[in-house]
């Protein structure tokens, strides 16, 4: 892993959402609409946050989308031109900010140049390499092959990885953006796609970008072993997203305690990409039976070790449910507006809160390899020791209606939270009012 990414913590946008793209490609004499300045102006908002980079979902030609991918080398023309890209990463670049794209390798849209040749040509023309494809008897031009699809989703067509030309147009991809000024990637769908398939491609792209971060998308499984097979430096700790909201909605530490035991077995291996909320999912705001409970999920996601990430407007206290049909993705997505004065006033007091804790990670970056070691844990109450070398952290939280104490061995003071401490060092002990947490210095 490079070493930036220690101290790596991202703001993760879906770009078509944010700006208010229209749901479908422009038309090809249409005019591109520049409005990669639109996600520009919201870039000092990123470096008062405290974070140190922008995760941007799929900005690359697609039909709807985004995910559908027409030309992996040209920027959607509902964001903008190359110049606007251009000029966003400068932008990011003079903020010190850092950028990942989102890679979508798996599969592509219909419209992609490959597949559309298929269609005209018909059996036997070297697109057919870049596909699984079934030919019916007479095929001709003009005919359309049946073809493997991303989860049966048929305009989604998948990519053959076996495919000598697929693994030289993906390093090819990478590479490109990699010079163009990016800092890393993530592979969409990474679960769908061979390892054996990254481990020929990802060495050729660090050949020319070995500070390359590149994670993958990846929900279960054995996730350290894909990373071994693959050569990924991280995927995507759907384990552990699961099991914080889950443990605080059914009142249940054990769940998470028990992910925690996994987690750290994981960091033997790599330091994954943690997060409380994304595109995909429905925003921890509306997942949360509790509204109060945000805070403990974000400071468990600011403690733990991990390369944290915050989805767009969570740190705003946005709500927003995915749904399981067409356009159930729309609320979690949502338009953003010019500048981040315009956002409504309710969600400040959770951006600050979101600046504590970002602020006191970016105080202790050994954190993002710190062990956990479980000190105290109840259905209800629980208390963490977050330690690497001589350094040490603790955090306390209590979903009780009541007032509780908790002992903290160790505790000298506290970093955050709304915990009172009674006593410090071996005998320390912690009051936390109903539904409290607090982060303490050791």
Request: proline residues 7%; charged residues 20%; aromatic residues 10%.
């Amino acid at each position: 892993m490079p070493g930036w990414v220690e101290h790596a913590m991202w703001w993760h946008v879906y770009p078509l959402g944010f700006v208010g793209a229209e749901r479908e490609a422009l038309a090809p004499d249409a005019p591109p609409a520049h409005r990669l300045g639109h996600l520009t102006a919201w870039l000092d908002y990123v470096v008062e946050l405290g974070l140190s980079g922008v995760a941007l979902g799929p900005v690359f030609a697609s039909a709807t989308h985004g995910y559908d991918t027409l030309d992996h080398f040209r920027i959607d023309p509902r964001l903008g031109t190359d110049a606007d890209f251009d000029a966003f990463v400068a932008a990011a670049r003079s903020r010190g900010l850092r950028i990942t794209l989102d890679g979508v390798f798996n599969h592509v849209g219909r419209g992609f140049e490959r597949f559309a040749d298929v269609l005209r040509d018909g059996p036997g023309g070297p697109a057919d390499r870049w596909f699984h494809l079934t030919w019916p008897d007479g095929a001709g031009p003009g005919t359309e092959p049946g073809y493997r699809d991303f989860e049966g989703h048929h305009a989604l067509v998948a990519l053959d990885h076996d495919s000598p030309e697929v693994v030289d147009h993906v390093v090819r991809v990478m590479t490109h953006w990699l010079d163009r000024g990016v800092d890393g990637w993530r592979l969409d769908a990474a679960y769908a796609v061979p390892p054996a398939f990254w481990a020929r491609v990802l060495p050729r792209v660090r050949a020319a970008h070995p500070d390359a971060y590149v994670f993958g998308e990846v929900l279960h499984g054995d996730y350290a072993a894909v990373v071994r097979e693959a050569g990924f430096d991280a995927v995507t700790q759907y384990e552990l997203w699961k099991s914080i909201w889950s443990s605080l909605n059914d009142g249940n530490f054990f769940e998470l305690t028990w992910t925690l035991s996994r987690h750290d077995a994981l960091l033997d291996t790599f330091v994954p990409l943690t997060f409380v909320g994304n595109h995909d999912v429905t925003r921890l705001a509306s997942r949360l039976t509790d509204p109060r409970h945000g805070l403990h999920a974000l400071a468990l996601l600011l403690i733990l070790a991990g390369t944290p990430t915050v989805y767009a407007g969570d740190e705003q206290g946005l709500r927003g449910v995915k749904e399981d049909r067409a356009g159930g993705d729309d609320a979690v997505r949502p338009t953003f507006p010019p500048t981040p004065a315009e956002l409504v006033p309710g969600g400040w007091s959770v951006y600050h809160r979101h600046q504590e804790l970002v602020s006191l990670r970016r105080r202790h970056p050994w954190l993002h390899r710190a062990r956990t070691q479980v000190l105290t844990g109840t259905n209800r109450t629980l208390v963490l020791r977050q330690h690497a070398g001589d350094e040490a952290l603790l955090v306390a939280l209590s979903i009780e209606d009541e007032a509780v104490t908790l002992p903290v061995p160790g505790a000298s003071g506290t970093l955050a939270g709304d915990g009172t401490l009674r006593a410090t060092g071996d005998r320390g002990q912690l009051e936390l009012p109903p539904h409290g947490w607090a982060v303490l210095a050791t």
